[in-house]
């Protein structure tokens, strides 16, 4: 059954008018139909985040991954090129590859014992002359990502034969992207394996979420807060002049917290900035670097970032380091988060155990950040499947900062691209995520006036 035959759900048909008035229909985080929707045109047209390049340094290494829910294989061949191969075996369909990481030079069916090199290449099928002699084995390689790029260590894929290139999807969100990624000449460097749990709630939840829900964290956080993990300017109440967020950039979305006129440079110390200088990046990309706090985006559909400085016991300073995210969905209920903890490659190891020590205590499965949040996630999926929900087509509130509700405008000055906003008292982020969201579920474009 191919894409086109699965037709937009009732649900979410009309959902157009919803999106202006600043509202969502619950159906859209636990609805069967809209689920399989999205595999379709989202998982299956969108570039995705696979993994970073120091997961796999060596000719051979590999691991495993998906892209919605199907499973594939990165892999940096002996021509040292990357590749990302379906894990099913082109016989009869088994999966070549059963554990998740590795090095090797090729993969042989467990079933029938069809042979494979690393790069996807058959070479051996048994009892060929007997029962294959006029197979072409050239016919018979593994499938493989039609569209694989390497952007600044990290690695995406799309299987969408006529995805438009990585860098035109990413289109002016670049300009927040590279900062996170570029500040060093050496870039950023995964620390240890990923992390990865369950968590019952839908993929959209923590993919809105880091597109900017400034308002959540002094209730949901309020015990980090309190412990004195975290400054209440990182992490505290919405505030004008300190809490930024930018939305509709290219489809994509960010929020930053700041200190304009200090230099705290994501807590990161002076060991580590000294390494830094502008590079790739422009005047005043660096210097937003500089006066920042954090920073908090997600690149459509469902890879996010968080660069920050924290601690894990109020009398240790803070430590600065990245943390990546991908929400894997798992079903309309269920997603798997995976979790990467980076740092400058030319940090200290000293430094680099400390950001990853700093890391798992606040953003991993037993992380004091992310209990609170899939404390809380997994109670809107379960009200989304309500009964009452569909029947009085319950719609839930995205109107904090839109029209009326704020005094604030849309900044005129702002130095970088999309909609800025000097108050992080909104939700401009989680609507631009929202329609890009239905956009690419019903292959339209939409206007929405009176954004912010």
Known sequence: MTEQAFAVPVSIENMVDDLREGLLPAAVFHDREVYDLELRRIFAKSWVYIGHETEI?????????????????????????????????????????????????????????????????????????????????????????????????????????????????????????????????????????PHRWLVDANWKQGAENFCGDSSHTQMTHRSVL??????????????????????DCSGHAISIRQLPGEAP???????????????????????????????NGTLFPNFSFLHIGLSDSPQKPQTGFLTLRVWQPKGPGQMEIWNWVLAPREASPEYKRRAYQVGMSSFSPSGSFEQDDVAVWPGVTRTAGTVFAELNKVRFNYQMGMGDMSTSKPLTDWVGPGVANSTNAGEGGLRTFHKTWYERMTNTKIEIGDHD
């Open 57 to 193: 340094p060596n000719r051979g290494d590999f691991v495993t991954r998906n892209i919605g829910e199907d499973p594939f294989i990165l892999i940096r061949d002996e021509q040292d090129e990357l590749r990302v191969l379906l894990n099913a075996c082109r016989h009869r369909g088994a999966q070549v590859c059963r554990v998740q990481a590795g090095n090797t030079k090729g993969f042989v069916c467990p079933f029938h014992g069809w042979a494979y090199r690393n790069s996807g290449e058959l070479i051996g099928v048994p009892v060929r002359s007997q029962g294959y002699a006029s197979l072409d084995l050239k016919e018979w390689n593994l499938f493989a990502a039609p569209h694989v790029t390497n952007y600044m260590g990290l690695i995406f894929a799309n299987l969408d034969p006529d995805a438009v290139p990585f860098e035109e999807y990413l289109g002016d969100y670049k300009w927040y992207f590279d900062i996170q990624f570029a500040l060093s000449d050496g870039g950023m460097e995964v620390l240890g394996e």
């Open 226 to 247: 309190e412990a004195g993990i975290i400054d209440s300017v990182a992490a505290g109440a919405p505030k004008e002049g300190t809490g930024l967020h930018v939305h």
């Open 265 to 295: 440079f994501i807590s990161y110390p002076e060991e580590v900035t000294h390494h830094f200088h502008t590079g790739v990046l422009s005047q005043d990309q660096f210097d937003l670097a500089k006066r920042s706090l954090l920073h």
